[in-house]
């Protein structure tokens, strides 16, 4: 079983910067591919950003391309990632998932992903 748990969310102004991380239990700690999703009530859970699990590549959303960073580090079993240029439409639930699997086709999409934490608010005040 692998267990991942976000923090890091919190209220910030447009255009300032947060950084979320995601701890994961030791078994995904580099053998899995990591993702962010976000999620707006109402609306369908959004591809943020993934990494492989060497590290790299990455892929990220063009809505947030340029403006956030997904990095991870193996040895304390984490991921972060670092928003910056923040908009009034970043704000979301954020959730971290991760995969076995990493597909080249499919790794934006959330059923791909088989475990997933409880997720972290994130809000940005215009």
């Known amino acids: 079983q692998v267990r991942l748990v976000e923090s890091g969310g919190g209220v910030v102004q447009a255009g300032g910067p947060l950084r979320l991380s995601c701890a994961s239990s030791?078994?995904?700690?580099?053998?899995?591919?990591m993702g962010w999703f976000r999620q707006v009530p109402g609306m369908e859970r959004e591809f943020v950003a993934v990494?492989?699990?060497?590290?790299?590549?990455?892929y990220y959303a063009d809505s947030v391309n340029g403006r956030f960073t997904i990095s991870r580090d193996n040895g304390k079993n984490t991921v972060a990632l670092q928003m910056n240029s923040l908009k009034p439409e970043d704000t979301a639930v954020y959730y971290c998932?991760?995969?076995?699997?990493?597909?080249?086709?499919?790794?934006?999409?959330?059923?791909?992903?088989?475990?997933w934490g409880q997720g972290t608010q994130v809000t940005v005040s215009s």
């Open positions: 990494i492989r699990e060497s590290g790299g590549p990455t």
């Open positions: 030791e078994r995904a700690s580099s053998t899995y591919t």
């Open positions: 998932a991760a995969d076995q699997v990493f597909s080249l086709g499919y790794y934006f999409k959330s059923d791909r992903y088989e475990y």
